[in-house]
């Protein structure tokens, strides 16, 4: 049941992640600046996330949300640069691996 919950949870932060992705598209579209989106999506982050913890504990778990969201941007900046630059033998190890 615990897992069913954290896979819900996953899914629908994903969904309505995707859903703020396509905004940030749509402000591009109209000339924004992507370093100005992305750093209004950060501003918003932090202040929805203190938000969100503050009716829920006592103290902000500041050094986990923060490793969590170097997770993610380590994940998504290799994400976004494999296509812009040839793989390495060892990514190309690592993506062998992780398709098979």
Do not use: C, W
């Amino acid at each position: 049941m615990a897992d069913e919950q954290g896979n819900d949870l996953e899914t629908d932060s994903t969904a309505i992640a995707n859903e703020l992705i396509e905004f940030a598209n749509d402000k591009l579209e109209t000339g924004a600046d992507a370093v100005v989106i992305a750093a209004a999506m950060r501003h918003a982050a932090g202040n929805f996330t203190a938000f969100a913890y503050s009716a829920i504990e006592d103290h902000l778990d500041t050094e986990g949300i923060l490793e969590e969201f170097g997770q993610f941007l380590q994940y998504y900046d290799g994400h976004h640069r494999r296509g812009t630059r040839p793989m390495t033998p060892l990514e190309q190890l690592v993506k062998q691996v992780e398709d098979e």
